[in-house]
């Protein structure tokens, strides 16, 4: 129930529009544009770049994630439940709805808005969100965290294990100076770059106080991004806790966490001046792990991290019991976790399945963030979920994948450093009781068992993308979601609960928002392209795609302005549940289960350093739909488990989208 209520772990897919009439701001803009950056005379080589203006510049005066009105959270609810129920299971669901809006609803509506105006410095969804994933027993693996592989390098010789990581690791540390110096730029969304992603306006915008910053920008059409996650990247793990996980940050620490086989090392990457050690040095250390001949950790700590969080936190307490504290605290404190597999990948299915879960040895799932590199030079990011919704996580990604191919630190010449790398580097070796050796074992047993359950498998439509879509007046993201409809309908013939992840980083502690895809318009397109073939004219058909695609972008507005309905009914069933207060049949009705049980978890990412990203389905009989509709072609990747087809799921995928481009281009369906 909890990994569906939060559903799509990608959540990056639209930012916020605050303009309703002119502004409707789509995802695969957090970030990924082209930058202006603006920087002062002199910048260090420390830095990626000095921005001008401060990076928490904008962060006083963002404006607040609203509460949406009580009456129109239940009539976006009932709109969502409409396909996905009969006429009876309906007008059952109504009359509760309207029975919670004027009873127990409008009681704790209010009470949630009092509290909300006495918490001004944060939003209504922050607290209770950041409760849900921490509360969460569940594996964080499979789960919760998603991946994102990175493209390639452009030229090739920089793709070698030992070069590429390096550089990363060089990027890395410029990041986080470049942060914590508050010189990164500021995360906007550029509406009308000519006139507010320029030196001037940012010379002047500087000036304006914080507190009247946002308005400054806003009268440009540009749209500053809340960055309150970014601290949590560096320096961070989820801790884990009988009932409910901490997460813990430690500013002060200057070393990597390096794993290999199982086997974990630590090395400082920054001195004690603050400044990067040597790129020549970081090289030699990396090259001393890559060639150590200690074999794969008999007993590998790692595996813990994938385990049940209760189990977990009981194994961690032996572990410190045993005499492990210093060490664990070593861990925890890491800058962040590069993993160093020594296997290569045959394609991308490979690569999605060792970026989401590996064989769970070489990797410490509850780091914040793990870098990880196969031996044939492919990199990606997992990323724990609690602490952040991916948008601070995207930016890190497109600032390492630009600095490491544009400036990379070390080439394919360098030689590394001739420094004692047997001293600097550590291995660090735990205390292992019999008890947890045999928790270890267990953990692995489970971790196999999970993963040996779920199936990827990728799609790429090379007949048409963005540029077709556009000039025929659809929404791409639209006509994509449709398209997992029509392949839904298609093979299992019914409209089920789908969930579409859209960020809601435009406000003060935005977290995400929930676009519901299955429509009553998507309903009756589905059933006219599916099970009425011929009954329909090319231009009635193209006339209901018209339809799907303006009110989906409806959808995608108001989610991304905070007027969805998920959040706000979360929010208020949370507030009856930390009072002790019995819930409402709203909650007990099982068409409110339904809607949650997201069979269809979806999440959108286009941008010139992701290759591809992914995640589990979030619910056994579900399939996690990763995708991207680029220029010319669309791409998806997904996962299923054993009660779904997913190899038959894209095929109808596909055959969706031939059937919509050919009706685009006027012709009858075959």
């Given at each position: ?26 995802t ?5 544009n ?22 928490m510049?904008?962060q ?27 006429e ?25 808005v009092?509290?909300?105006k ?14 849900m994933y ?21 030229k ?8 590429r990581a ?8 410029r ?91 630590v ?24 060639c ?17 969080r ?5 194994l ?5 019991a ?19 597999d ?27 963030f ?21 948008v ?60 040996s ?15 077709q ?10 006509v ?23 960020s ?20 009756r ?22 339809e ?56 959108t990412?286009t ?15 579900g ?24 190899h038959?799921?894209?095929r109808?995928?596909?055959?969706s ?7 685009l ?6």
């Amino acid at each position: 129930m909890l990994a569906s209520a939060m559903a799509a772990p990608l959540p990056m897919h639209c930012v916020a529009s605050l303009r309703t009439s002119r502004v409707h701001l789509r995802t695969a803009a957090l970030g990924l544009n082209p930058r202006h950056y603006s920087s002062k005379k002199g910048a260090s080589p420390e830095y990626l770049h000095q921005s001008v203006v401060p990076s928490m510049h904008y962060q006083k005066s963002l404006p607040r994630l609203p509460v949406p009105k009580l009456e129109d959270t239940v009539r976006r609810y009932l709109a969502a439940q409409r396909p996905l129920l009969d006429e009876d299971q309906f007008r059952t669901t109504e009359k509760m709805a309207q029975d919670f809006q004027h009873g127990v609803g409008k009681l704790l509506h209010e009470e949630l808005v009092a509290q909300d105006k006495n918490n001004k410095h944060t939003s209504y969804i922050s607290a209770p969100w950041f409760d849900m994933y921490l509360s969460a027993r569940d594996s964080v693996v499979l789960n919760f965290n998603p991946f994102m592989s990175f493209n390639p390098d452009p030229k090739a010789e920089y793709n070698d294990q030992l070069v590429r990581a390096t550089n990363v690791v060089c990027s890395a540390v410029r990041f986080m100076k470049t942060l914590r110096a508050g010189v990164l730029e500021p995360e906007v969304f550029h509406l009308n770059p000519a006139k507010s992603d320029t030196d001037g306006f940012k010379r002047f915008i500087r000036w304006v106080p914080s507190s009247l910053s946002w308005y400054g920008a806003y009268m440009v059409n540009a749209y500053p991004l809340d960055m309150s996650q970014y601290f949590r990247l560096f320096n961070s793990t989820r801790i884990p806790k009988k009932g409910k996980d901490e997460l813990f940050t430690d500013e002060k620490a200057r070393h990597l966490l390096v794993m290999r086989k199982g086997n974990m090392y630590v090395f400082d990457i920054v001195d004690r001046d603050g400044n990067l050690i040597r790129p020549a040095e970081i090289q030699s250390h990396l090259k001393h792990i890559l060639c150590d001949p200690t074999p794969a950790a008999a007993f590998p700590l790692g595996v813990l991290t994938s385990e049940n969080r209760d189990v977990w936190a009981g194994l961690r307490d032996q572990l410190i019991a045993a005499g492990n504290a210093g060490d664990l605290q070593i861990v925890d404190s890491a800058l962040f976790c590069l993993s160093l597999d020594d296997e290569s990948m045959r394609d991308h299915i490979h690569i999605s399945h060792n970026m989401l879960h590996g064989d769970g040895c070489n990797r410490w799932f509850d780091k914040s963030f793990t870098v990880i590199l196969t031996k044939d030079g492919q990199a990606a990011i997992n990323f724990e979920h609690s602490w952040g919704d991916g948008v601070a996580v995207l930016r890190f990604q497109n600032e390492i994948f630009k600095d490491t191919t544009e400036h990379p630190l070390v080439n394919p010449a360098s030689t590394a450093a001739a420094v004692d790398s047997a001293s600097a580097v550590r291995r660090l070796q735990f205390n292992l009781d019999s008890e947890l050796e045999k928790g270890i074992k267990k953990a692995k047993e489970n971790f196999d068992s999970s993963v040996s359950k779920l199936t990827i498998d990728a799609l790429e439509f090379k007949k048409g993308g963005k540029a077709q879509l556009k000039k025929s007046k659809l929404s791409p993201d639209a006509v994509a979601q449709l398209a997992f409809q029509m392949g839904f309908l298609r093979q299992y013939g019914q409209t089920v609960a789908t969930y579409e992840s859209c960020s809601t980083a435009a406000f003060r502690h935005g977290r995400t928002e929930t676009i519901r895809p299955a429509t009553t318009h998507t309903q009756r397109c589905a059933q006219a392209f599916v099970s009425q073939r011929g009954q329909h004219s090319v231009e009635q058909l193209q006339g209901m795609l018209s339809e799907c695609s303006k009110y989906h972008g409806q959808l995608t507005k108001e989610a991304a302005m905070g007027q969805g309905f998920d959040r706000h009914l979360f929010a208020l069933r949370y507030l009856a549940n930390s009072k002790r207060e019995p819930l409402h049949s709203l909650y007990t009705d099982p068409a409110y289960a339904a809607i949650n049980h997201n069979i269809l978890s979806t999440s959108t990412l286009t941008s010139p350093a992701v290759s591809l990203g992914g995640f589990a389905p979030v619910v056994p009989d579900g399939f996690g739909v990763g995708y991207g509709v680029h220029d010319d072609w669309i791409g998806c990747n997904v996962s299923s488990y054993p009660a779904r087809n997913v190899h038959e799921f894209l095929r109808c995928v596909h055959k969706s989208l031939e059937d919509i481009f050919t009706v685009l281009e006027g012709k009858p369906l075959g």
